[in-house]
């Protein structure tokens, strides 16, 4: 964190702060991180069509080439139409699961960092949590629950709340002692050191969970969709579909884009939290 | 003098001593007062108790025996790094105190100018700690003691940390504060030219469990000359002072 940062230096650089920020907006930059991993891109497009092409050839609906994948199904009206449709679904899944796996994380660390017998009892709790076989448990959740918007949520909250659970108890626990002491010394509640010290300090931390949850949250919808299959189908049951019906094209572009939304839930979040706590908060890796 | 130091006595320790849950007895029988007007700086080896003293004193914690008698509960408190909030602007920071003590946002932001004025960090109110030099954040933390108008202040190495010239900067910019403001204060520190630069009595405590081995008034007058460090009075005073430093450790 930025408050262990010892102040033996002295760093007058107020302008610093400034430079800093004008050249990580520049062009050229964005270009040099962008490039590797489009080199990587075109490595494995590159390798997929000798895969397919040279290496299965007959049989290579088993992986179709890379451009079947838009020509077959992207640009079919049809097959776009049921992909986006499932992909809605899911998304409505994830976000409720990731909204509801944020609340109940932040709480739950909240009151574990209130009393360490409320952390001891329940610390437990949230590892277990992680280590359920949930592929196993997702058929149960779906006969308890039905195999409706409800059961998907929970599948998907099963999955996505450990990160947060665990992640706002270290950040609520990396208050530095003096700092609480200075809250100490002025006779603050606990209300106050929880809402002026703690839950700012711990910001970073509760974003860099949600981030991994956020993921998590789409991987979750997808896996509860995948076993139910019933209900409102989702992009795991046409996954699961195509897979029956050996439609590999569509089946690869339903997984592309089901991966291309979860890079981009996992990208939006980085983002805000960049927006709300970069300023003040850097990051180990700079 | 004697006679009237009931009125003026602001802090007093009577035998005072601190034996911690895990059996290190930090403290032994100390003996301290603390005028009204005073500066008394604590010199002491390593590991003597001097924060224990300072946190007896603040209540952050309570001393296992003895008796501890303070006069004012208008407390200031600055610790050796300057645990400034990183999320908050120097203002922010400044008002933190003023505003756990509710006191209302117009007040509290007209306090905190007028101790920004008084750190002389005037025109930095918006940046955040990061952006600050170690002297900088240190004013900022100051600043921040300063809008509770303490009558005590406690400082625990304050300036350990910084390089030389900031520090006797910073020595000069809080003699000019004392003088204005007129706080008493209770002052820890590793450097006796320091101790004897700023107080008007130092304490020389002995290696642990810290008792205080002996106590020299400081003859030069306030406002203080910056000068004066270049004195022979002020060369002998730290020899003394470094002498019972050195007995006390044995
Ligand atoms: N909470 C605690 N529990 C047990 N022992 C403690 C505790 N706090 C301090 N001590 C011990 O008490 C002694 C005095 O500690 P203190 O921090 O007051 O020393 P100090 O004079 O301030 O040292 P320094 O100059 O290095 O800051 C040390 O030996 C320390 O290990
Ligand atoms: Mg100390």
Redesign the pocket.
């Known amino acids: 964190m930025a408050t262990t940062t010892p102040t033996t230096t002295v760093r007058a650089d107020v302008s610093a702060a400034g430079t800093r920020s004008i050249s990580t907006f520049r062009l050229g930059r964005g270009l040099k991180t962008l490039w590797p991993p489009l080199a990587v891109l075109a490595a494995i497009i590159l390798g997929w069509y000798v895969l397919s092409l040279v290496v299965l050839a007959e049989r290579n609906f088993l992986l179709p080439p890379p451009h079947e994948i838009f020509t077959e199904a992207l640009f079919n009206p049809g097959t776009a139409a049921d992909i986006f449709l499932a992909l809605w679904r899911t998304a409505l899944v994830a976000v409720t699961g990731l909204a509801i796996a944020i609340v109940l994380g932040i709480v739950w660390a909240v009151a574990m960092s209130q009393a360490r017998w409320v952390e001891r009892s329940l610390f437990p709790y949230a590892v277990i949590l992680q280590c359920i076989p949930i592929l196993a448990l997702v058929p149960l959740i779906g006969f308890w629950f039905g195999f409706n918007f409800e059961a998907r949520t929970i599948v998907c909250v099963l999955i996505a709340l450990f990160p947060m659970v665990s992640n706002t108890l270290f950040g609520l626990q990396s208050v530095e002692k003096s700092q609480r002491e200075l809250f100490q010394l002025q006779g603050a509640s606990r209300w106050t050191v929880l809402t002026k010290l703690q839950l700012p300090a711990a910001l970073p931390a509760i974003f860099a969970g949600m981030r991994i949850s956020a993921g998590l949250a789409v991987v979750g919808a997808i896996v509860g969709d995948f076993f139910f299959r019933r209900g409102t189908p989702g992009i795991g049951s046409l996954l699961s579909d195509y897979t029956s019906r050996i439609q590999s094209a569509e089946l690869f572009a339903a997984i592309i884009v089901a991966c291309l939304f979860g890079v981009a839930v996992f990208v939006l979040f980085g983002w805000i939290g960049r927006r709300a706590v970069g300023r003040w908060y850097e990051s180990n890796r700079g | 003098m004697t006679a009237t130091s009931i009125d003026t006595q602001l802090l007093r320790f009577s035998d005072v001593a601190m034996t911690?849950p895990?059996g290190?007895t930090?403290l032994e029988g100390v003996d301290l007062t603390v005028d009204r007007g005073e500066f008394v700086t604590v010199v002491?080896p390593?590991?003597?108790?001097?924060?224990?003293l300072l946190r007896i004193a603040s209540g952050l914690e309570s001393a296992t025996e003895g008796g501890v008698e303070l006069d004012t509960d208008r407390i200031g408190y600055v610790f050796q790094d300057a645990t400034l909030l990183p999320w908050r602007s120097v203002q922010a920071n400044v008002e933190l105190l003023a505003e756990l003590h509710k006191v209302p946002k117009a007040q509290r932001t007209e306090a905190a100018k007028a101790a920004i004025d008084l750190v002389g960090l005037t025109g930095f109110e918006k940046n955040l700690p990061r952006e600050l030099s170690g002297g900088m954040r240190m004013r900022t933390s100051l600043a921040r003691s300063l809008t509770l108008d303490p009558e005590l202040f406690l400082f625990d190495?304050p300036f350990g940390a910084l390089d030389e010239i900031t520090r006797e900067r910073l020595q000069d910019e809080l003699l000019r504060i004392f003088v204005e403001k007129r706080f008493a204060g209770l002052f820890i520190t590793?450097s006796v030219s320091e101790a004897v630069y700023i107080s008007t009595k130092v304490v020389v405590m002995s290696g642990?469990p810290?008792h205080i081995v002996d106590t020299f008034d400081i003859p030069f007058p306030m406002p203080r000359d910056p000068e004066v460090r270049f004195t022979a009075e002020f060369a002998e005073l730290t020899g003394k002072i470094s002498h019972a430093l050195r007995e006390g450790h044995r």
Do not use: P
Not at chain 2, 46 to 52: A, I, L, M, P, V
């Open positions: 911690f895990n290190t930090a002491g390593s590991g003597c108790g001097k924060s224990t190495e590793h642990r810290g």
